[in-house]
């Protein structure tokens, strides 16, 4: 569950952690506040649906409150336990969906409301995002947990439990296949020639 570069790092969150393991739910309430925004959003760029992301969210904290008062401080950092079983959940759904054949339920609606600027960083991210959807599974986790979630390839190899440089390959073939994807298609959102 770690690697030894982290158990040198002192963990920010150990302390609350051996407290929500004591029923405290303030301090899950404080994880919570921490690191819900990253979770959803490596949900959502995983599973490229925002219900689906905040379904994975609450199951992972559940999780941490279940599971809390085993935590053995140490053996590796919270946040990469917590993007570790953030992307198993991922997986599961990735799973689901196709063994029922389900597709994706649709695109999300741009909920922000600034003029012509919004509309066209919509449309450019909206077609990331379906380029993004359009890669093989663990190009898209090794993308979403470096590029997105902004950690290092160690950290992102320990939660995919594949080597580092396993990840640095699904990255450079992940980057490649977007550029492929997206060389056309950004042009024309820009109204580039």
């Known amino acids: 569950m770690a690697g030894s570069a982290e158990r040198s790092v002192t963990d920010p969150d150990a302390d609350l952690v051996l407290l929500v393991g004591q029923g405290d739910r303030s301090a899950c309430e404080m994880l919570v506040g921490r690191h ?38 140490g053996q590796a950092l919270f946040s990469t336990w ?43 991210s909206h077609v990331v995002d379906k380029a993004l959807a359009n890669l093989p599974e663990r190009q898209r986790m090794a993308l979403t947990l470096c590029h997105y979630q902004g950690l290092t390839n160690i950290e992102a190899a320990e939660i995919m439990e594949v080597s580092v440089e396993a990840v640095e390959s699904l990255l450079s073939r992940a980057r490649r296949s977007l550029r492929v994807q997206l060389q056309d298609q950004i042009a024309d959102l820009r109204g580039e020639p």
């Open 82 to 124: 917590l993007h570790t079983v953030a992307i198993n959940l991922c997986r599961d759904r990735l799973r689901k969906r196709r063994e029922t054949g389900l597709e994706d339920a649709g695109d999300v609606a741009d909920e922000r409301h600034d003029a012509e600027k919004t509309l066209q960083s919509s449309r450019v």
């Open 36 to 73: 819900l925004n990253r979770v959803t959003a490596v949900a959502y760029r995983v599973l490229g649906n925002s219900a689906d992301a905040e379904d994975v969210a609450q199951e992972v904290f559940l999780k941490v409150w279940q599971h809390a008062v085993g935590w053995r401080p």
